[in-house]
């Protein structure tokens, strides 16, 4: 299900599997469809992320 997350004056859609953000829930659906159904991302929809996770901090995190 996708998130919805406040950054700043600004509302961003996260895909909860990726963690992309997305100015739309739309595109937020589309991108979470397509990363269960694959497995991976895609770069046609990443492209209009305008939220990255910090992916190496998680990764720190968990190993930790």
Known sequence: ???E???????VY???ICGLG???????????EWCKKTGTCSIEIAKKA???PDLFSKHDAASS
């Open 1 to 3: 299900m996708v998130r």
């Open 5 to 11: 997350k406040k950054l700043g004056n600004k509302t």
């Open 14 to 16: 996260q895909c909860e």
């Open 22 to 32: 997305y100015l739309d829930w739309e595109t937020a659906r589309k991108c979470e």
């Open 50 to 52: 305008v939220y990255f």
